[in-house]
């Protein structure tokens, strides 16, 4: 017989959350028995909740620093020292601004939405000062970057992934001029991670962020030819990216007509085995190190080594400049790199959780 899927119950909301408790009671007129006349007694209630969102409020902060004389001199004045702040005499006060760096940064919106969206609750101000205030922002916490960053080399793992964006007005630059924002994160120990801007994506500008790393620790990264000088001068535990290869396979799978796909097309059938190594990983999530070490060496040696096979048979019958021989170059190039996650349980597979620490600012790019 068929069995009927459980549904899942709705996560319930944070007990924490303030409540305000709405009562409906039926009218006096209605408070009695149908059957008999008799008046109705209260029993209980039925429970149900909502959650609520109460709109941005905005308010004015009026300091008043209180002045003092001498009743008996002109010289005994004092005036009460004002309160330290991000930016003295600024028009926002340190909660605005870190509900604005806030926004801007893990939320991916804006300044001129922000200052749109301020608008609308009475508070006018521009975009421009907004700006400027971030930037005065990052002045301020530089010293706790700079600890950060201190901090984030030390470790024994090190995510890094860069992306393009444009900066329109930059001395000497022109606003088409492709700039680069690099993403570096901890994978063990405190969780930390450090965005920094470069004009251009050379080894130089690369090596820079990368200065005082502890030799010996493990790097997570793509492709990108610099990555290899950085392990080199450093030497570096260099670990390359699957979830990367991956999506070069897929570009090939998805360049053949949907109607002209079966299970043995090439790209497929790499698709498939690199989907096994995700698997064994997905298993091992919550396992312990030694456990998944275990795993790797029973079972994902064997996926590599099948992958590294149908490599060495089908990559000389493609066309190196196709989607299809584009992936295999990048897996043939990769592949020590591509196999090393296995010689430690501890070590990443991919660099998945960078990629995603970058995606908040890809989004608020557009």
Same mark, same amino acid.
């Given at each position: 017989?068929?069995?009927?899927?459980?549904?899942?119950?709705?996560?319930?909301?944070?007990?924490?959350?303030?409540?305000?408790?709405?009562?409906?009671?039926?009218?006096?007129?209605?408070?009695?028995?149908?059957?008999?006349?008799?008046?109705?007694?209260?029993?209980?209630?039925?429970?149900?909740?909502?959650?609520?969102?109460?709109?941005?409020?905005?308010?004015?902060?009026?300091?008043?620093?209180?002045?003092?004389?001498?009743?008996?001199?002109?010289?005994?004045?004092?005036? /009460?020292?004002?309160?330290?702040?991000?930016?003295? @005499?600024?028009?926002?006060?340190? &909660?605005? =601004?870190?509900?604005?760096? +806030? $926004?801007?940064?893990?939320?991916?919106?804006?300044?001129?939405?922000?200052?749109?969206?301020?608008?609308?609750?009475?508070?006018?101000?521009?975009?421009?000062?907004?700006?400027?205030?971030?930037?005065?922002?990052?002045?301020?916490?530089?010293?706790?970057?700079?600890?950060?960053?201190?901090?984030?080399?030390?470790?024994?793992?090190?995510?890094?992934?860069?992306? /393009?964006?444009?900066?329109?007005?930059?001395?000497? @630059?022109?606003?088409?001029?492709? &700039?680069? =924002?690099?993403?570096?994160? +901890? $994978?063990?120990?405190?969780?930390?991670?450090?965005?920094?801007?470069?004009?251009?994506?050379?080894?130089?500008?690369?090596?820079?962020?990368?200065?005082?790393?502890?030799?010996?620790?493990?790097?997570?990264?793509?492709?990108?030819?610099?990555?290899?000088?950085?392990?080199?001068?450093?030497?570096?535990?260099?670990?390359?990216?699957?979830?990367?290869?991956?999506?070069?396979?897929?570009?090939?799978?998805?360049?053949?007509?949907?109607?002209?796909?079966?299970?043995? =097309?090439?790209?497929?059938?790499?698709?498939?085995?690199?989907?096994?190594?995700?698997?064994?990983?997905?298993?091992?999530?919550?396992?312990?190190?030694?456990?998944?070490?275990?795993?790797?060496?029973?079972?994902?040696?064997?996926?590599?080594?099948?992958?590294?096979?149908?490599?060495?048979?089908?990559?000389?019958?493609?066309?190196?400049?196709?989607?299809?021989?584009?992936?295999?170059?990048?897996?043939?190039?990769?592949?020590?790199?591509?196999?090393?996650?296995?010689?430690?349980?501890?070590?990443?597979?991919?660099?998945?959780?960078?990629?995603?620490?970058?995606?908040?600012?890809?989004?608020?790019?557009?």
């Amino acid at each position: 017989a068929h069995t009927r899927k459980k549904r899942g119950h709705r996560k319930p909301l944070d007990p924490n959350l303030p409540r305000e408790v709405i009562r409906y009671e039926l009218p006096e007129a209605e408070r009695f028995c149908t059957n008999d006349g008799h008046a109705l007694v209260e029993i209980g209630a039925e429970i149900s909740e909502q959650l609520d969102v109460i709109p941005e409020q905005l308010r004015v902060i009026q300091h008043q620093r209180v002045k003092y004389a001498c009743p008996c001199c002109d010289l005994g004045i004092k005036v /009460t020292p004002a309160p330290p702040r991000i930016i003295p @005499r600024g028009l926002l006060s340190d &909660s605005a =601004l870190a509900w604005i760096a +806030t $926004g801007k940064y893990q939320f991916g919106m804006p300044l001129y939405r922000q200052a749109g969206l301020l608008r609308r609750f009475g508070g006018d101000i521009s975009s421009n000062t907004i700006a400027a205030s971030m930037v005065r922002v990052g002045l301020a916490t530089q010293p706790v970057i700079n600890l950060m960053r201190d901090a984030l080399l030390e470790t024994d793992l090190i995510y890094c992934d860069e992306t /393009t964006f444009q900066v329109l007005k930059e001395k000497g @630059r022109k606003p088409q001029t492709k &700039s680069y =924002l690099w993403a570096q994160m +901890t $994978g063990s120990g405190i969780p930390i991670r450090c965005f920094s801007y470069t004009p251009g994506r050379g080894a130089k500008l690369a090596d820079k962020l990368f200065t005082g790393i502890r030799k010996g620790a493990v790097l997570m990264t793509d492709g990108y030819e610099p990555y290899n000088d950085i392990a080199h001068r450093y030497d570096l535990v260099h670990l390359g990216c699957w979830a990367h290869l991956r999506r070069y396979f897929i570009k090939a799978e998805d360049n053949v007509p949907k109607a002209s796909r079966t299970p043995d =097309l090439l790209a497929t059938r790499f698709i498939k085995l690199i989907g096994r190594l995700f698997a064994a990983e997905a298993r091992s999530e919550t396992w312990k190190a030694e456990r998944r070490q275990r795993l790797r060496r029973r079972y994902s040696v064997r996926v590599l080594d099948a992958i590294e096979k149908l490599m060495l048979e089908q990559s000389p019958g493609v066309v190196p400049k196709s989607l299809l021989g584009k992936a295999l170059t990048y897996l043939r190039k990769q592949w020590p790199k591509l196999i090393r996650y296995v010689e430690n349980g501890s070590w990443p597979i991919s660099n998945n959780p960078c990629e995603n620490s970058i995606r908040p600012f890809c989004v608020g790019r557009r």
